[in-house]
């Protein structure tokens, strides 16, 4: 009986996390408009006063630092998510998603260089986790963290399949957590549903491809992302580097962020706000072939400076501006149309900079059109293996296949000095 019991209790648990990734999708997606729509009014008004308020930069670091201090006792940031996803950490306090809100609206009113992507999966990963440590099903709480994640990606950039992949794939290297498919899927999907409902719906570009297939269009294309793959890997190396001369310079965090605040504010009113931002202006100048050949870099460099400084928000907003910029420059160069070069670089850079394969060439489909899919896989699997491993997020390897692989390595004379590739 007991066994008859179990059976029927697992036979019904898929059944049971549709529905809750349903309603976590519905509040997740809802919640996220609300976050989305202010970023895009704080982005415009600051835009419109540019040259006055960049310089309170300074001061919206003091704060967020502040707020951080006074209330961000526990777990918190997109690797305290990622560890509580894995079981590392007990919980993920609730109270992050107002400090995303509160922390992400102000860099953007003030033009700092961050993205949302982040405030949104940890919205969507606090929202989650607490619901699921109210649900009396063994790991509810992990798998619905997860599933809110999918949803906040969803919901904010309008591409339920690459929503999904990324949570799965994103917190732990060389696997899926397909336990939390059900509920990831269909949190990822309703999310998107609710967002075209409220009228969220980020614009994609039709993009037309007229390559015909040869092996050297393969070669270049393989180029491509082979220096989008380093790309990622270069932002990742900024981000530290950049951490590590802030505490190295400033110990103390409200001096950290006053210098950096006002070392970056200077910067960016002598660039004349070109770098300020999503990046959502420079992804609009490589579609059309306009970026400038430094435009990736001082994007990236910018990002990781703001991020490192311990100011709120994202990365891949600006990983795919960086992308599209690097793309178009290097179309010219390779022989590849630059509006398709750019849509390739969008994709591939947000690829390696997260460490991920399956979530960009999916985010290419979604956004460009299916037409991209064989371009896209040929350049975000180059970019995969040319990040050597590096990742901008704190993610876990496998230990099984790591020690699987050391093993098989071990019983060669002469191992190549290869990384660790998982899929």
């Known amino acids: 009986m007991k066994g008859q019991k179990s059976d029927r209790l697992r036979a019904a648990e898929p059944a049971l996390y549709a529905l809750l990734g349903a309603l976590l999708g519905a509040a997740v997606g809802a919640v996220i408009v609300l976050f989305g729509r202010g970023v895009d009014f704080f982005t415009a008004f600051g835009a419109e006063h540019f040259s006055l308020y960049v310089w309170f930069l300074p001061v919206v670091g003091v704060l967020t630092a502040g707020m951080l201090r006074l209330w961000g006792r526990g777990p918190v940031g997109m690797a305290a998510a990622f560890r509580a996803s894995r079981g590392e950490e007990k919980n993920y306090p609730l109270r992050n998603a107002l400090f995303q809100f509160a922390g992400t609206w102000g860099a953007h009113l003030f033009c700092a260089s961050v993205g949302r992507e982040g405030a949104g999966i940890q919205i969507g990963a606090a929202i989650g986790g607490n619901v699921g440590a109210r649900i009396p099903l063994s790991g509810a709480d992990k798998i619905l963290l997860v599933a809110g994640m999918a949803a906040g990606f969803s919901a904010l950039f309008g591409t339920p399949v690459c929503a999904l992949f990324f949570a799965l ?113 420079l992804i609009a100048f490589a579609l059309e072939g306009g970026a400038l050949p430094y435009d990736w870099l001082a994007k990236m460099l910018f990002t990781a400076a703001f991020l490192a400084a311990g100011f709120l928000g994202g990365e891949v907003t600006t990983f795919f501006a960086a992308g599209a910029c690097l793309g178009c420059t290097l179309g010219g160069v390779l022989g590849i149309p630059p509006a398709l070069a750019a849509c390739l670089g969008y994709a591939a850079v947000f690829g390696a900079a997260t460490n991920t394969l399956i979530a960009p060439v999916l985010l290419c489909v979604e956004l460009f059109g299916g037409d991209l899919l064989p371009y896209a896989a040929v350049v975000c699997i180059a970019a995969y293996l040319f990040n050597f491993g590096h990742s901008v997020y704190d993610q876990k390897v496998r230990e099984d296949i790591v020690r699987r692989v050391i093993r098989r390595r071990r019983r060669k004379k002469r191992p190549l000095p290869l990384p660790v590739r998982l899929y």
């Open 169 to 281: 794939e994103v917190t732990v290297v060389g696997t899926l957590r397909l336990r939390a498919l059900v509920a990831a899927a269909f949190a990822s999907f309703t999310a998107w549903a609710v967002a075209l409902l409220c009228g969220y719906a980020p614009h994609a570009a039709e993009v037309s491809v007229a390559v015909a297939w040869s092996v050297p269009l393969l070669l270049r294309l393989f180029a491509l992302g082979a220096a989008c793959g380093i790309a990622g890997l270069l932002f990742s190396l900024f981000r530290r580097a950049f951490a590590f001369f802030f505490r190295s310079a400033a110990p103390n965090p409200f001096l950290r962020a006053a210098a950096a605040g006002l070392l970056l504010a200077a910067l960016l009113y002598l660039s004349g706000g070109r770098y300020s931002g999503l990046g959502t202006n």
